[in-house]
């Protein structure tokens, strides 16, 4: 049987893949905005433990297509331990078409291009990638630990892997004084990347960050519905994109949007002109219906 450890995450799209929790906690676990992991410390599984719970899950679970490695940073774990892992997975479920994960930056600068696609080969097809910003400023806010010009360079490294990124950016991040500039530099960081998924979600204090602490000192710049859909024409205005998914549907949204790039741009943009321009009968989400 499958004994997860703590609370679980996994992306929106996961919800009907098996996770297994390949690692505890996140390596890097400084995001200002990211409680997830926050009771954790951070380590590799035992193999053996998890051969256990892949063994149950073949013999228990019928129909497996989708596996998600948990928790926040599985990919800067060894990649001969991903690997071993990645044959286990493979020979005990026939049916399995993706193995996703997180990929912290960070993660991605440890992993070298030959790694990732010997472990694609094996299985682990897509990476999800908190971009967060594509504005240095915001970045540092964030802790996020790279830069913008870093944050393109380790993606690009999954491109060359042949690895598919999904990617989200969170607005309402630089707040009123850096929204117009959050945006465009999003959107230029985006665009370089090409990821085959781009999402949005919306920066909300959560009670154990430091993101929460400073919300109660009246110190964060929270924008509102109308202002978040403004400044989210401006980054899909700016994006360039070639054979991307757009999504909006993370819970946090105010707003739920949907399109393929570039051929649903113009009326992505489109959407956001009418709910800014009659923003009594735009679709916003009520505040209490929202989550993370």
């Not at 676990?29 to 063994?55: D, G, Q, W």
């Not at 400044?231 to 707003?255: P, T």
């Amino acid at each position: 049987m499958i004994q997860y450890q703590g609370s679980l995450f996994r992306p929106p799209s996961e919800a009907n893949s098996l996770i297994l929790q390949a690692t505890l906690g996140c390596s890097y676990n400084r995001c200002t905005f990211c409680a997830m992991y926050r009771e954790k410390s951070f380590k590799v599984r035992p193999l053996h433990e998890l051969k256990e719970e892949i063994a149950w899950a073949a013999e228990n679970l019928d129909g497996v297509r989708k596996v998600f490695l948990a928790d926040g940073d599985a990919l800067v774990a060894k990649a001969s331990f991903l690997a071993d892992l990645l044959g286990e997975i493979r020979a005990a479920l026939p049916g399995l078409r993706r193995v996703s994960c997180y990929a912290s930056p960070q993660a991605l600068q440890v992993r070298t291009v030959e790694e990732m696609s010997q472990l694609r080969e094996l299985g682990l097809t897509q990476y999800y990638l908190g971009i967060e910003s594509g504005h240095d400023h915001v970045l540092l806010d964030l802790e996020k630990g790279v830069d913008a010009d870093e944050m393109v360079r380790v993606a690009l490294k999954a491109h060359e892997a042949g690895v598919k990124l999904s990617t989200m950016i969170l607005l309402g991040a630089g707040g009123h004084r850096l929204s117009q500039e959050h945006a465009v530099e999003s959107a230029r960081v985006v665009s370089a990347i090409n990821p085959r998924f781009v999402s949005t979600l919306v920066m909300t204090p959560v009670e154990g960050t430091p993101l929460w602490e400073s919300s109660l000192r009246g110190e964060v710049d929270e924008l509102s519905a109308v202002e978040l859909a403004a400044e989210l024409r401006e980054f899909i205005l700016n994006l360039e994109l070639d054979g991307s998914i757009f999504r909006s549907n993370h819970a946090s949204n105010y707003m739920t949007l949907a399109g393929n790039f570039p051929r649903d741009k113009e009326s992505l943009v489109g959407a956001l002109d009418q709910a800014l321009a009659h923003p009594e009968r735009a679709p916003f989400r009520p505040k209490w219906a929202r989550g993370l």
